[in-house]
């Protein structure tokens, strides 16, 4: 599994500069007036405690099938702590979950998911929204959530950049 994971890793890794200037563009605004003038501030940061972002990047050849959904693992046979775990227990502020192109060198369509309305949600609904599905490995149970088929406001941005 560790094997596994660190060729995730070092697969989505490639994509850590675009992920974080994506993150930016949500995590920071333009200043205003007073701000600008009275000191010495262009850009602001929305807040000044952490923000913790969850990013995941999917392959191109996923895109066409699940462009509108993400998913979140939700269960490993060894019992180990999942991510949608981690989730419900309070941990992250935001989720980025990106596709990449296809030569796997840019991102072309991500969800920015607004995690503590997604874990409210999750907690408040019986059963629990989105549909268990295998991965293909057997390595782990993934929960699958439909961007169309949520609440307002848990997805904040949908952004799809492939060529018209």
Not at 64 to 80: L, Q
Not at 131 to 154: C, Q
Request: contains cysteine; glycine residues 6%.
């Amino acid at each position: 599994m560790a094997d596994g994971w660190a060729s995730d890793k070092r697969w989505s890794d490639r994509f850590i500069p675009q992920l974080k200037r994506i993150a930016g563009g949500y995590l920071m605004e333009v200043a205003n007036e007073e701000e600008d003038q009275t000191h010495n501030t262009d850009l602001i940061v929305l807040s000044m405690r952490a923000k913790r972002v969850a990013c995941r990047v999917r392959q191109y050849r996923y895109l066409a099938r699940y462009g509108d959904e993400f998913t979140i693992r939700c269960n490993r046979p060894s019992g180990v702590e999942t991510e949608l775990d981690k989730i419900l227990a309070g941990w992250g502020d935001y989720l980025l979950y990106a596709f990449a192109d296809q030569s796997e060198r840019t991102l072309v369509r991500w969800h920015w998911v607004d995690l503590c309305r997604l874990r409210l949600w999750c907690l408040m609904s019986d059963p629990m929204p989105g549909i268990v599905k295998p991965n293909g490995d057997g390595s782990s149970l993934f929960r699958v959530f439909s961007t169309r088929a949520m609440p307002p406001r848990i997805v904040l941005a949908t952004v799809d950049r492939r060529a018209a």
